[in-house]
């Protein structure tokens, strides 16, 4: 399936960019940052959209499970390298759920689904990032969720 995005270059670091079906959103440089119009840098975009995007197939796999909730934060915490060539060396991602009788069992088997097979910006960053998953229940201790059996 062919997704063209589009980057119109405006000024300095600043770029205009639309999607292939038409959203759009504003991208700013490093040097840009204390502008309060400033856009997020493309760099910062690499983990929100890995939280965005396990976080909606979650939510979407629970809900075929019929698993409700009451709120859902997803925290993505990365490191980069100080030095060129730059790629995420380390992903944590932490899923912070809030609800009563949420099963565990459920939880992990949803946030597995998205990690090893439907989250594109998950498969696109491996093997380059190290990937780590982890959940929370009402804000008890982080759980690690077991890697996929190779």
């Known amino acids: 399936m062919d997704r063209t995005a ?13 999607s292939h ?3 759009t959103i504003r991208l700013d440089g490093w040097k840009d940052r ?3 119009e400033a856009g997020p840098t493309p760099a910062e975009l690499v983990p ?19 698993v409700e909730f009451e709120a859902l934060e997803v925290e ?5 390298p100080d030095t060129y060539p730059k790629h995420f060396e380390t992903m944590t991602v932490l899923y912070h759920f809030t609800g009563s009788d949420l099963d565990p069992a459920k ?4 946030i597995a689904l998205s990690r090893d097979t439907y989250c594109v910006v998950s498969q696109s960053l491996i093997p380059k990032a190290e990937i780590t998953h982890l959940y929370t229940i009402n804000g ?3 759980v690690e969720v077991a890697e996929a059996a190779k």
């Open 21 to 23: 079906t038409g959203k």
């Open 140 to 142: 008890g201790e982080p």
């Open 76 to 80: 993505v915490n990365s490191t980069l």
């Open 34 to 36: 204390e502008d309060p």
């Open 107 to 110: 939880l992990e088997k949803a």
């Open 6 to 18: 589009r980057c119109r270059w405006v000024a300095g670091y600043r770029f205009d960019s639309e």
């Open 48 to 66: 929100i959209s890995l939280g965005a995007c396990t976080g909606m197939d979650v939510v979407h796999i629970m809900g075929k499970m019929k």
